[in-house]
């Protein structure tokens, strides 16, 4: 019988290789491609209405009314730069660093409205706003955004990817 000495540093060795060869460059290309699908969708679908993005930050009722109007109007025009440089893979690390900033304060606002106790729509994309507390979906709305936010710490770890501006400037 195997000793779990014996058979863990071939499971280590298998997990390394995945991590570190070149599966890595094509699963971060999956991570770059789907969070900037994430963040180009949640963009477009704010930036044609943003009196009602700004409503959505309004119901969160974290900011105080001076910052509503400037977050919501600015901050799907951040979704849809942050998409872009994903898309294309150019500064893959700074971006995903900032994705992941944005990601957290997501999951903080979400939180902070289910722990207050305040019915909301998160707005993440597009709408928002006050609904009726049957109508929220606070777990599923903070499980989607940590699995995007898992896509964005793949990418601060592992930044170089197949098919990217970063690739082609550092070769």
Known sequence: MASPQTIRPHADGGLRRVLSG?????????????L?????????AKISDPAEAAQAVRAYEILPES??????????????ALA????????????AAVSALLLLTFIAGIASA????????????????????????????????????????????RPRTKFSVDSWLAA
């Open 36 to 44: 900037a699908l994430v963040w180009g969708w949640a963009g477009l």
């Open 84 to 95: 872009l440089l994903l898309l294309i893979g150019l500064g893959t690390r700074l971006v």
């Open 114 to 157: 289910w722990a207050r106790g305040i019915s909301i729509d998160c707005g993440c994309f597009g709408g928002g706003g006050a609904v009726d507390a049957s109508k929220t979906e606070y777990l599923q709305e903070l499980l989607r955004d940590t699995g995007f936010l898992l896509l964005a710490v793949w990418l601060l770890l």
């Open 22 to 34: 070149p599966a890595a460059e094509w699963i971060g290309l999956a991570a770059r491609l789907g």
């Open 67 to 80: 910052l509503v109007k400037p977050v919501g109007y600015g901050l799907p025009f951040l979704e849809l």
